[in-house]
């Protein structure tokens, strides 16, 4: 069976410190990868997906940044945090052409 | 630009009554539809999906799917309040590896 990780399950950052959040997933192979961001009360933003190595297509330009190295590993990254930049951040995976998509257990990330 | 739109809520129902979210979408060739679940604090988690024009039921869940009219709606019986939390509506155009477009979710609340 499938199974996707993410690490941290909760972060605290300053302003302007940098940042790296990483999701892998188990049990399959060639999965498209997803980085979405859920602000307090708010829906699902998504931010990156990428359905291969090195394949990266950003949604939102902001300072965020997103790296896919190795199959089954996607990583999301930042050089300065913003206060904006707070929220829970949820990673995902699916087989593409409409299949479903599962979720991760997030990363809870708190820029004070 | 393809959106799918619910209410916000919250819906209140009472305890074994019946829940009736509903979800539309504007991208005529869609042709996959889910609801997830979310509880606040954690990540979505899939209910069930749906693919073609009718009703399909899961134990006390049922979707229903109307294309002509581009809506999608979950039904819940016998609500309990642990069903209480924010339901998701996701809609695929399954054309290659496009990703899922989310709805901002319902908030769902069962009273005892």
């Known amino acids: 069976s499938q199974t996707i990780h993410q690490w941290p399950a909760t972060l605290v950052q300053p302003v302007g410190s940098p940042l790296s959040l990483e999701c892998t997933v188990e049990?399959?192979?060639?999965?498209?990868l997803y980085w979405y961001r859920q602000a307090a009360g708010r829906g699902l933003q998504l931010l990156f997906y990428s359905v291969g190595i090195g394949q990266i297509s950003s949604e939102v330009p902001q300072n965020l940044s997103a790296s896919r190295p190795q199959d089954r590993q996607f990583i999301l990254s930042s050089k300065k945090l913003l206060l904006s930049d707070s929220g829970f951040y949820l990673c995902?995976?699916?087989?593409?052409?409409?299949?479903?998509?599962?979720f991760g257990p997030g990363t809870r990330l708190t820029v004070l | 630009q393809k959106e799918v739109e619910q209410n916000s809520g919250p819906l209140s129902v009472p305890e074994g009554a019946i829940a009736s979210l509903n979800c539309t979408y504007s991208?005529?060739?869609?042709?996959?539809f889910f609801w997830y679940r979310q509880y606040s604090g954690k990540s979505p988690e899939l209910i069930m999906f749906?693919?073609?024009?009718g009703d399909k039921e899961d134990g006390r869940f049922t979707a229903q799917l109307n294309k002509a009219s581009q809506y999608v709606s979950l039904l819940i019986r016998d609500s309990q309040p642990s069903d209480s939390a924010t339901y998701l509506c996701a809609v695929n155009h399954n054309s290659g590896n496009t990703p899922l477009v989310f709805g901002k979710g319902t908030r769902l609340s069962v009273i005892a």
């Open positions: 049990g399959t192979s060639n999965p498209n």
């Open positions: 991208d005529r060739g869609s042709q996959s």
């Open positions: 995902a995976w699916d087989r593409g052409r409409g299949d479903t998509q599962y």
């Open positions: 749906i693919y073609s024009n």
